[in-house]
């Protein structure tokens, strides 16, 4: 089955910076749309950034020039390079992989798979 496994979560201080990974594993025929999210305690989850299959790049307004979405196709891996870090980045982070897999029947069928989450804290 597919997984992905995420890192780089941990601790900084306001305005440092961390780098979180994403790789999906398993019989991936695509990569399509590659994205992280955020939930923080009490709050929904929320969209930080995306980068599509033809490596077009979105962001929320929030992380704008502080955050960038990067991929590499070959190891099937989402990176997420944090800068500026402020405590209100403090949540959970949550990879997400859109892929094209072999179906039961051996015809191509388009998942979205999650990861865990990786913790991520921003206090001094």
């Known amino acids: 089955q597919v997984q992905l496994v995420e890192s780089g979560g941990g601790l900084v201080q306001p305005g440092g910076s961390l780098r979180l990974s994403c790789a999906a594993s398993?019989?991936?025929?695509?990569?399509?749309?590659m994205g992280w999210y955020r939930q923080a305690p009490g709050k929904e989850r929320e969209l930080v950034a995306h980068?599509?299959?033809?490596?077009?790049?979105n962001y929320a307004d929030s992380v704008q020039g502080r955050f960038t979405i990067s991929r590499d196709k070959a190891k099937n891996t989402v990176y997420l390079q944090m800068n500026s870090l402020k405590p209100e980045d403090t949540a959970v982070y949550y990879c997400?992989?859109?892929?094209?897999?072999?179906?039961?029947?051996?015809?191509?069928?388009?998942?979205?798979?999650w990861g865990q989450g990786t913790l991520v804290t921003v206090s001094s």
């Open positions: 398993g019989s991936i025929l695509q990569l399509n749309r």
């Open positions: 997400q992989q859109g892929v094209t897999v072999v179906g039961g029947s051996g015809l191509p069928r388009y998942l979205e798979v």
């Open positions: 980068i599509t299959s033809d490596d077009i790049t």
